[in-house]
């Protein structure tokens, strides 16, 4: 969807609107971007020309990103449980001797 933003000369963004818009006319710095669904104008970068809006992550990038994270967790868990399992049965074959028949 064409989105009008409206920016300053640091890239900070001050207003972002689509639909029926009038194009601002002079004084003002704009870009006209093409913006995808769920995603939305975090700043525009002034340090290129022409100026170019950076766009927040695509929700399925940030989906992508913690399903990563937790994958790295779970086998970081799973490791962890058989460590603990190895030394339980470690603890268990030098005391088993001395256990009671």
């Known amino acids: 969807m064409m989105t009008l933003v409206i920016y300053d000369n640091t890239g900070k963004v001050w207003s972002q609107?689509?639909?029926?818009?009038?194009?601002?006319?002079?004084?003002?710095?704009?870009?006209?971007?093409e913006v995808p669904a769920g995603r939305y104008v975090v700043s525009?970068?002034?340090?290129?020309?022409p100026h170019v809006a950076v766009l927040s992550p695509a929700?399925?990038?940030?989906?992508?990103?913690?399903l990563e994270e937790l994958e790295e967790r779970m086998g970081n868990t799973e490791n962890l449980c058989w460590i603990a399992l190895e030394g339980a049965a470690d603890t268990y074959e030098a005391v088993e001797p001395f256990l009671p028949e």
């Not at 929700?59 to 913690?66: G, M, R």
């Open 17 to 33: 609107m689509s639909g029926n818009y009038d194009k601002p006319l002079g004084g003002v710095q704009y870009l006209e971007v």
């Open 44 to 49: 525009v970068n002034v340090g290129v020309v």
């Open 59 to 66: 929700p399925i990038d940030l989906v992508a990103e913690k």
